[in-house]
């Protein structure tokens, strides 16, 4: 019992879930408007309960849309191709204005399988054209939007084929030369509908429906020079050349009462109809193909979005252009080409040389170029986007420029800054030094050089050179008299050593004569400038630099910590060294002339 009982409960979920699902497919049994006409009746809206309908679908989507003038059958012929009566498909109208209203679509798709793909078929109706209260710019748009949106465009026309009717093709034909057009062997944009000449009539006097479509094709002679005939004979020749992408089809008349068809069964329609049509159905489904945008199907979610994108490039301006729906599907592409864009340039290290930041946005232009040439939409049109892309990359190049300038700015005032503060230390050095300015001069310059790039460069190279010139002849100016006072203040700290310290007496006797010479000298020549003109001079400059500055040894920097091992030494010496070692010297020292002396024996 217990087994039967949850054998019960399984079957009644199933059941429920089946329930469910057929109550929601019931439910999208119906037609739907997806797009609607805005209160002016010029423009379009989108109407969401459609969109859901579409959204739901997961599987590749392929679209038919009939189009043509109001009262012509097209609502009717839909329902036909769907199998459907009057009271279930879309909603049939006898009356002299139009039953629908911009473009609805039958909420159940087709499920077809098409070169091995599943794909889910649309059925679309449109408002038809010259209906009475209407612009003719709404009829573009409507014609426009079922144009792009469909796999296969019937054109759904009574009798014959007019002069209005090929001019209504203009739009599809500029569609035809923006979008899908190869560049470079490669599809740009999404593939074109099937253009599907459906002529309803009961004869065709003699001719086929392709060669009445073909007469309707041809060139009218157009001697006066008219611009609208002109106009129309470019319509004809696009159209001829897209020979290869449509197909002509006719359909007699259903019944004579024609009021009176959605009362009526097959078995009571002219049989000839319901042969052809049966034949229509075979050739829609031979020709149909999912939509395709830039190389991807669309599923439902897809397809609501390129079905918004189109709908706001349509609504742009006044009157629809093939040029406003470029730069709509360009937008994103633009996006991807300015980012691409960003990202080689932001891989640059600023500052750099203006010529090598140029050369960097030329190779970034060039690889973002590239890449729109490869995805971007439209053939003609797509100029404007060029442009607006080259804008873009200009305007962000601009901003590249001024941070190029801000860091080489920062940069070069930073080493400016800091060889000023490098020639004020060897201004006051304790142990002035050419040698060691030179080469401080020269680390700071060869920094300077190597560092400071970019666009400030030219400014701060000029402020650099006027910093260390008058740096330099500073340090020469003061160079000699600091060099001169350090040498009167060594002579007489040598003697202090001499005889205080050491009690070397030579040395006393050399610090003695250099004190007397470089004081006499320049008392007697008037001033100590004209000492440095001197040859003794010269050599005691060069002996200095010698002593002072090498590149193995810098006195300015050791001069403390080896005065201080000087003077340990020489305590060290003159406390302990005499008392372990003697006094023995073969130099004169004051100490055994003192000693000797004391030794003397005293006479009367």
Same mark, same amino acid.
Request: proline share 3%.
């Given at each position: 019992m217990g087994f039967l009982k949850w054998v019960s409960v399984i079957c009644v979920i199933f059941c429920w879930v089946l329930a469910s699902e057929s109550s929601a497919e019931d439910e999208f049994r119906r037609a739907f408007p997806i797009v609607v006409p805005d209160p002016g009746h010029t423009k379009l809206q989108i109407a969401r309960q459609g969109l859901e309908a579409i959204q739901r679908i997961k599987t590749p989507i392929a679209a038919i849309a009939v189009i043509g003038p109001y009262r012509s059958g097209k609502s009717f012929l839909l329902n036909q191709l769907l199998s459907l009566s009057c009271d279930e498909g879309f909603g049939v109208g006898h009356m002299r204005d139009t039953k629908t209203k911009g473009i609805w679509v039958w909420g159940t798709p087709v499920e077809l399988v098409i070169d091995g793909v599943k794909v889910s078929v649309l059925y679309l109706d449109t408002e038809g054209f010259e209906s009475v209260g209407k612009s003719n710019v709404y009829d573009d748009r409507i014609f426009a939007l079922a144009t792009v949106l469909s796999s296969v465009l019937i054109y759904n026309l009574p009798e014959t084929i007019r002069e209005a009717d090929i001019s209504r093709l203009s739009?599809? @034909?500029?569609?035809?030369?923006?979008?899908?057009?190869?560049?470079?062997?490669? #599809?740009?944009?999404?593939?074109?509908?099937?253009?599907?000449?459906?002529? /309803?009539?009961?004869? =065709? /006097?003699?001719?086929?429906?392709?060669?009445?479509?073909?007469?309707?094709?041809?060139? @009218?002679?157009?001697?006066?020079?008219?611009?609208?005939?002109? /106009? @129309?004979?470019?319509?004809?020749?696009?159209?001829?050349?897209?020979?290869?992408?449509?197909?002509?089809?006719?359909?007699?008349?259903?019944?004579?009462?024609?009021?009176? =068809?959605?009362?009526? =069964?097959?078995?009571?329609?002219?049989?000839?109809?319901?042969?052809?049509?049966?034949? %229509?159905?075979?050739?829609?489904?031979?020709i149909i193909h999912p939509k395709v945008v830039q190389g991807k199907h669309l599923n439902g979610q897809e397809f609501v979005s390129f079905l918004e994108q189109i709908l706001e490039a349509l609504n742009k301006g006044e009157i629809p252009s093939t040029g406003s729906l470029v730069e709509v599907f360009n937008k994103g592409i633009l996006e991807r080409c300015l980012k691409l864009y960003n990202q080689q340039m932001g891989t640059l290290l600023l500052p750099l040389p203006e010529d090598k930041l140029q050369l960097a946005h030329d190779e970034s232009s060039k690889k973002a170029r590239k890449l729109f040439d490869e995805q971007h939409f439209g053939h003609y049109h797509a100029e404007k986007s060029v442009v607006k892309l080259d804008d873009?990359?200009?305007?962000?190049?601009?901003? $590249?420029?001024?941070?190029?300038? &801000?860091?080489?700015?920062?940069?070069?005032?930073? =080493? &400016?800054? #800091?060889?000023?503060?490098?020639?004020?230390?060897?201004?006051?050095?304790? %142990?002035?030094?050419?040698?060691?300015?030179?080469?401080?001069?020269?680390?700071?310059?060869?920094?300077?050089?190597?560092d400071c790039v970019g666009p400030s460069k030219k400014n701060y190279e000029q402020r650099m050179a006027k910093m260390l010139g008058k740096g330099r002849i500073l340090f020469i100016k003061e160079y000699n008299q600091r060099l001169f006072n350090w040498l009167v203040a060594f002579s007489l700290v040598m003697v202090v050593v001499g005889r205080f310290v050491i009690k070397f007496m030579l040395l006393e006797i050399g610090a003695w004569v250099m004190f007397i010479f470089l004081e006499t000298y320049t008392r007697m020549f008037w001033s100590a400038e004209s000492l440095y003109y001197n040859p003794a001079w010269h050599a005691?400059?060069?002996?200095?630099?010698?002593?002072? &500055?090498?590149?193995?040894? #810098?006195? #300015?920097?050791?001069?403390?910590?080896?005065?201080?091992?000087?003077?340990?030494?020489?305590? $060290?010496?003159?406390?302990?060294?005499?008392?372990?070692?003697?006094?023995?010297? %073969? %130099?004169?020292?004051?100490?055994?002339?003192?000693r000797s002396g004391a030794n003397r024996p005293r006479t009367d």
């Open positions: 739009f599809a @034909v500029e569609i035809a030369e923006e979008f899908y057009g190869r560049v470079k062997g490669q #599809d740009v944009a999404f593939e074109p509908a099937k253009l599907l000449w459906l002529i /309803q009539r009961d004869f =065709l /006097q003699g001719k086929s429906v392709q060669e009445m479509v073909d007469e309707a094709l041809r060139q @009218v002679p157009n001697h006066g020079g008219d611009k609208n005939i002109e /106009q @129309v004979n470019q319509i004809r020749e696009s159209l001829a050349i897209m020979g290869d992408n449509s197909t002509a089809f006719s359909l007699p008349q259903p019944h004579l009462h024609r009021t009176k =068809l959605c009362e009526m =069964l097959d078995s009571e329609l002219e049989p000839s109809y319901v042969e052809k049509r049966e034949k %229509l159905k075979q050739v829609v489904t031979s873009e990359i200009q305007k962000a190049y601009k901003s $590249y420029l001024l941070a190029n300038e &801000y860091e080489s700015s920062r940069v070069c005032e930073k =080493l &400016y800054t #800091d060889c000023e503060d490098k020639m004020d230390q060897l201004q006051v050095l304790r %142990l002035p030094s050419m040698a060691k300015f030179n080469a401080g001069f020269l680390q700071c310059n060869q920094s300077f050089e190597e005691i400059v060069t002996t200095w630099e010698t002593i002072v &500055y090498s590149r193995f040894l #810098d006195l #300015d920097r050791w001069a403390i910590p080896l005065s201080i091992l000087l003077a340990i030494f020489v305590f $060290y010496w003159r406390c302990y060294g005499r008392r372990k070692h003697g006094s023995i010297s %073969l %130099l004169p020292l004051y100490n055994s002339a003192l």
